[in-house]
């Protein structure tokens, strides 16, 4: 069972936080996570996959994963490239992921304001933005 409450993303240049609450059937990826934590990263957007920004982490994991369909709010640990993803809207693709949080009811419009944002400035607009994310527990 994890000692925190969950993870929270702030992001300095929009000043405000998302926070997600920890699901207790992925302790594993929780462990790895909270060991790793605080960290700093970049948030990315996916281009093929729908409504999801990612943010590039140093932190490696290839536990096995608790796979489950991807929904609105499920915040999971890609693989692949090592990426903490948050979905924010629309999902475009049916493949599982390896969530292990849940963003908050009450911080759900701030992760679709974190989307539309991450979207515009990292692919949209045509002067691209960095955009910095500080990882913690809370």
Not at 5 to 31: C, T
Not at 75 to 81: D, T
Not at 92 to 118: H, M, P, Y
Request: glycine letters at 6%; proline letters at 6%; charged letters at 20%.
């Amino acid at each position: 069972m994890p000692s925190g409450n969950g993870i929270s993303f702030r992001m300095p240049r929009y000043d405000f936080e998302v926070k997600a609450r920890w699901l207790e059937r992925n302790p594993r990826i929780i462990e790895v996570l909270q060991k790793a934590l605080p960290t700093k990263a970049l948030f990315s957007h996916v281009v093929v996959s729908g409504q999801t920004v990612g943010a590039v982490t140093r932190i490696r994991y290839d536990g096995p994963g608790v796979m489950v369909p991807r929904v609105f709010g499920s915040v999971f640990f890609y693989q692949p490239s090592q990426k903490i993803n948050l979905c924010y809207g629309e999902i475009t693709e049916s493949a599982t992921v390896n969530q292990f949080a849940e963003v908050i009811a009450e911080d759900l419009d701030k992760l679709r304001d974190l989307g539309s944002r991450v979207w515009a400035d990292t692919v949209a607009n045509p002067v691209r933005h960095i955009v910095e994310v500080n990882i913690q527990e809370w």
